[in-house]
């Protein structure tokens, strides 16, 4: 019970395999209490099946899967979670008011229909049939949903998908909330911007494995590099060594250059090799940087690395 | 302290849990109540072939009308059964509402009694409209007895073909299931003698019959009708016998599949 402790959810080892594809290899995840994890990756990286296991709908090859230290398959771990999936269809005749009634009926102690309404934002749709709602009013319902049962950890997949800029604020607004009442979440998205807003910790996810893990302000740190491509005689050894210098590689037939200080480095660059052609800086944006995090080569190393 | 309380998640008083399988079967039943698309066509299918071939076009005595309003009565149950299991089934499991409910704290037997519960009120729908068009338009000779026989039969005689429809629903997803559903539903209503009465099928057809659940529940309508019959306890046997083979490799492949 030593992770029962302080993790109220984690993989250990966690291998799953769907066929041939290996759509986990071997992950350690944990969710502290009070926490926002936020699982990042491109699609097909694993995150949906990380979830899956800690929710109970699919079981490990191998590994330990814990959720508040139980099997998760164990309904009683389960009424201590709130849920949001990418894709439910709820039944299209119920009343939005009916649907949250229905599933807080599943927990010991939930909140009432009009508390777990006002929190989503959909308190003037209780009368609403599920079906006659934008798909933008549906994610609120789901996430109503999600909360109705008043648990201590929420899943939420990729919860504002399909949703415009408004109800994204306010659904963040909404997540902050419940954080700030002590409720755990582990949320997936491929939006930075997402787990930028809202994540504690922050957990890069390709290819089955765990790439980065670390905080919001870790991962920014990463990205917060610039890039410099440049045509020069200067050796790449040399280059390399200098202290502005994060990362050096040959692409094509420049160097391209990471750092942190651009301003420094492209200065020394031109003392250095008064001929250097071909320059251009770019700063690596949040999703470029993202890419980069979850490119097959830079996760081998990472890989190697770890 | 057990686990469940050192993790500070509440236990779940019984009378919740209760509530949770009341909420689960009210929101199964009112959901199709409110929809017409799937209420109109299981309750049309059996009425309308009864007042055509049971009641227009029959000119039989007491005797036939009897078979044929206990016959049409049989195949009017099975629709409840199989489509609200079967195609339900199958569509949710395909649009993701089982996966969110089987993640869901829901009691694991609320969902399968929920559609249950429905199948059972659409049964006895069924029944009331059947004989209620046996008793006051076709004039069927039958004692209130025989009256309350039917209908407890039609009613329970629903549930072996929820246990078929489940079985189907979890063979075959999505837009596959309607049809897979009609593929068993139709040739074995007609196969039991439903349609045509078996003594007027090939007398090879008429042999097999005992292989389909509809012929042993027919034959217990017949009985409660007031017909003869040889014996009910094998034909309740034989239906128990097939309820428990449809469920058991349901339940294997819900929990392997979900």
Redesign the interface.
């Known amino acids: 019970m030593a992770s029962g402790e302080t993790a109220l959810a984690c993989l250990r080892g966690a291998v799953k395999s769907y066929g041939a594809l290996r759509a986990l290899d071997g992950i350690d995840l944990e969710l502290h209490r009070g926490e926002l994890l936020a699982l990042l990756g491109p699609n097909g990286a694993g995150k949906t099946t990380a979830i899956s296991l800690l929710l109970g709908l699919v079981r490990a090859d191998a590994g330990e899967v814990r959720l508040f230290g139980m099997d998760p398959q164990r309904i009683e771990a389960r009424r201590g979670i709130g849920v949001m999936l990418q894709d439910a269809q709820l039944p299209a005749t119920l009343r939005v008011g009916e649907l949250i009634r229905l599933t807080a009926s599943y927990y010991p102690s939930p909140r009432s229909v009009a508390e777990s309404a006002e929190l989503a934002g959909v308190a003037d749709l209780l009368q609403r049939p599920y079906g006659k709602l934008s798909g933008g009013q549906q994610r609120r319902v789901q996430f109503a949903l999600a909360l109705c049962g008043n648990p201590r950890l929420l899943f939420l997949d990729e919860p504002t998908v399909g949703m415009d800029i408004e109800a994204r604020q306010k659904l963040w607004s909404a997540i902050r909330t419940l954080v700030a009442d002590g409720v755990s979440i582990v949320l997936t998205t491929h939006y930075l911007e997402e787990a930028e807003a809202l994540a504690d910790r922050v957990c890069v996810m390709a290819g089955g494995k765990v790439v980065s893990e670390g905080s919001v302000q870790a991962l920014r740190a990463r990205i917060a590099l610039k890039r410099v491509w440049c045509a020069t005689r200067l050796p790449l050894a040399e280059v390399a060594a200098w202290p502005e210098v994060a990362d050096a590689r040959l692409d094509g037939e420049r160097l391209c250059l990471s750092t942190e200080h651009v301003e420094a480095l492209v200065r020394r660059l031109l003392a250095h090799d008064a001929q250097l052609s071909a320059l251009e800086v770019r700063a690596a944006g949040l999703a470029e940087a993202f890419t980069e995090l979850t490119r097959d080569d830079v996760v081998a190393a990472l890989q190697e690395a770890a | 302290m057990n686990?469940?309380a050192?993790?500070?998640?509440?236990?779940?008083?019984r009378s919740?849990v209760f509530?949770?399988y009341?909420?689960?079967t009210?929101?199964e039943v009112?959901?199709?109540l409110?929809?017409p698309g799937f209420m109109v066509p299981m309750l049309a299918f059996s009425t309308v072939f009864y007042v055509m071939f049971g009641i227009v076009l029959n000119h039989g005595n007491a005797e036939a009308q009897r078979y044929l309003l206990a016959s049409y009565a049989v195949f009017g149950v099975m629709g409840p059964g199989l489509f609200g299991f079967g195609v339900s089934l199958g569509a949710e499991r395909e649009?993701?509402?089982l996966?969110?409910k089987?993640?869901?704290?829901?009691?694991?037997l609320a969902y399968l009694l929920g559609k249950m519960a429905m199948a059972m009120l659409m049964a006895a729908i069924v029944m009331a409209l059947l004989l209620s068009l046996g008793l006051f338009v076709a004039h069927v000779p039958l004692s209130v007895a025989q009256v309350a026989a039917m209908f407890a039969t039609g009613v329970f005689g629903v549930l072996p073909f929820c246990a078929l429809g489940l079985l189907v629903g979890t063979l075959v997803k999505g837009q596959g299931a309607p049809g897979m559903v009609n593929l068993v539903y139709l040739p074995m209503a007609f196969l039991s003698g439903l349609w045509l009465p078996l003594a007027m099928l090939p007398k090879v057809l008429g042999g097999i019959a005992p292989v389909w659940p509809s012929y042993h529940l027919n034959a217990l309508m017949q009985a409660a009708a007031g017909m003869r019959h040889g014996g009910v306890a094998m034909h309740l046997l034989a239906l128990a016998g097939f309820t428990a083979a449809f469920l058991l490799p349901a339940a294997r492949r819900l929990r392997r599949h979900?």
């Open positions: 686990a469940t050192a993790n500070g998640v509440p236990a779940m008083p919740r509530n949770a009341l909420q689960e009210r929101s009112v959901r199709y409110r929809n649009n993701g509402l996966t969110l089987r993640a869901l704290p829901m009691p694991p979900g």
